[in-house]
């Protein structure tokens, strides 16, 4: 199939207007479209109705605030990528956001419809599981806040229900921590064959205090590293604990083979980028 089903179009002229459109069976919110569009184009999804949010500047914006960095679900992936505030504090994010996809698709695929695509080889997914953000979802009855490590029930499902919408992620600021991403792809612009995210906060005898781990691409039930994170909390900061780490998250995902590779190599580079992560959050938590 090559073009989408017939569709109502309807384009939202406040947020308001939106949760009263999203409220009629099988409507779909369009963002960037570069995930919904060609899904529709392959019949594997079938709106009745696409509601245009693209018009919601108010939902464009990243912005501090109450000590969280707060991102609108409309903002794209380049505006992240161009934030200095958002690459002071969560470096994760602009890690991240250099190998998602290219530029065309960065400068239209929006935050909001990564998270909500629910893609398991979304990158953000993971990224903002490490951050431990929380998802803010808009409805007829006003805000509703999910972490974004209970966000994603399953590959392409999230717990966005009819008549809902993401306005928002916010991602706690904590001083002196660091982050990193690290993605192995075929080829530039391609999917993650398997990426790691990492945030650590440290004492001051190099312990680690919390750590933050989201993995790619690799089954990690909610994107989550979570034995490797127990394992770490009150560890020295050094090689030997990143190392073991990574072999936890590597036991504990479920990664399945495909065209990019067989489990135990996906399982090796969950070993390798997990401690690359941690190895590169340290140095940038020291600095
Ligand atoms: C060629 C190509 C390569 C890509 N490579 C990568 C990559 O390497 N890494 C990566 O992470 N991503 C990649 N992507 C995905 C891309 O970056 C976007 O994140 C993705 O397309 C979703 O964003 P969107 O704004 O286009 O969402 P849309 O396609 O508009 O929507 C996706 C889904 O989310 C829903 N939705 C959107 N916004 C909201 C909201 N605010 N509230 C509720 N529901 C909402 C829609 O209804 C739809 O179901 C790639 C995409 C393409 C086309």
Same mark, same amino acid.
């Given at each position: 199939? =090559?073009?989408?089903?017939?569709?109502?179009?309807?384009?939202?002229?406040?947020?308001? @207007?939106?949760?009263?459109?999203?409220?009629?069976?099988?409507?779909?919110?369009? $963002?960037?479209? @570069?995930?919904?569009?060609?899904?529709? +184009?392959?019949? %594997?999804?079938?709106?009745?109705?696409?509601?245009?949010?693209?018009?919601?500047?108010?939902? #464009?914006?990243? +912005?501090?605030?109450?000590?969280?960095?707060?991102?609108?679900?409309?903002?794209?992936? $380049?505006?992240?990528?161009?934030?200095? %505030?958002?690459?002071?504090?969560?470096?994760?994010?602009?890690?991240?956001?250099?190998?998602?996809?290219?530029?065309?698709?960065?400068?239209?695929?929006?935050?909001?419809?990564?998270?909500? =695509?629910?893609?398991?080889?979304?990158?953000?997914?993971?990224?903002? #599981?490490?951050?431990?953000?929380?998802?803010?979802?808009?409805?007829?009855?006003?805000?509703?806040?999910?972490?974004?490590?209970?966000?994603?029930?399953?590959?392409?499902?999230?717990?966005?229900?009819?008549?809902?919408?993401?306005?928002?992620?916010?991602?706690?600021?904590?001083?002196?921590?660091?982050?990193?991403?690290? &993605?192995?792809?075929?080829?530039?612009?391609?999917?993650?064959?398997?990426?790691?995210?990492?945030?650590?906060?440290?004492?001051?005898?190099?312990?680690? &205090?919390?750590?933050?781990?989201?993995?790619?691409?690799?089954?990690?039930?909610?994107?989550?590293?979570?034995?490797?994170?127990?394992?770490?909390?009150?560890?020295?900061?050094?090689?030997?604990?990143?190392?073991?780490?990574?072999?936890?998250?590597?036991?504990?995902?479920?990664?399945?083979?495909?065209?990019?590779?067989?489990?135990?190599? &996906?399982?090796?580079?969950?070993?390798?980028?997990?401690?690359?992560?941690?190895?590169?959050?340290? &140095?940038?938590?020291?600095?």
């Amino acid at each position: 199939m =090559q073009v989408p089903s017939h569709v109502e179009y309807e384009r939202a002229t406040s947020v308001e @207007h939106a949760l009263s459109l999203l409220r009629r069976y099988e409507t779909r919110v369009l $963002a960037g479209g @570069h995930s919904l569009i060609p899904m529709m +184009k392959l019949r %594997l999804a079938q709106p009745e109705m696409l509601v245009d949010i693209n018009g919601l500047t108010e939902l #464009a914006y990243i +912005k501090l605030d109450g000590g969280q960095l707060r991102i609108g679900a409309l903002a794209r992936h $380049a505006d992240l990528l161009d934030s200095a %505030l958002a690459g002071q504090h969560f470096p994760i994010f602009h890690d991240a956001e250099r190998v998602v996809a290219d530029p065309i698709v960065r400068l239209w695929g929006t935050v909001g419809g990564s998270l909500c =695509q629910a893609d398991p080889s979304e990158d953000l997914s993971a990224a903002f #599981a490490a951050t431990h953000a929380t998802a803010v979802i808009r409805g007829a009855d006003g805000s509703r806040e999910v972490p974004v490590r209970e966000f994603h029930l399953g590959p392409y499902e999230t717990v966005v229900g009819r008549g809902e919408l993401l306005a928002e992620v916010r991602v706690p600021v904590h001083a002196g921590a660091g982050s990193a991403y690290e &993605k192995i792809a075929r080829r530039v612009g391609d999917w993650s064959v398997a990426a790691a995210g990492a945030v650590l906060r440290l004492d001051r005898e190099n312990t680690v &205090k919390d750590a933050g781990i989201g993995l790619t691409a690799v089954g990690a039930e909610h994107f989550v590293a979570a034995e490797a994170e127990e394992y770490l909390r009150g560890r020295a900061a050094d090689e030997e604990s990143f190392a073991a780490a990574g072999a936890i998250a590597a036991e504990h995902c479920h990664p399945v083979a495909d065209q990019r590779g067989p489990e135990d190599y &996906k399982r090796h580079l969950v070993a390798e980028l997990t401690t690359r992560a941690l190895r590169h959050a340290a &140095k940038r938590a020291a600095s």
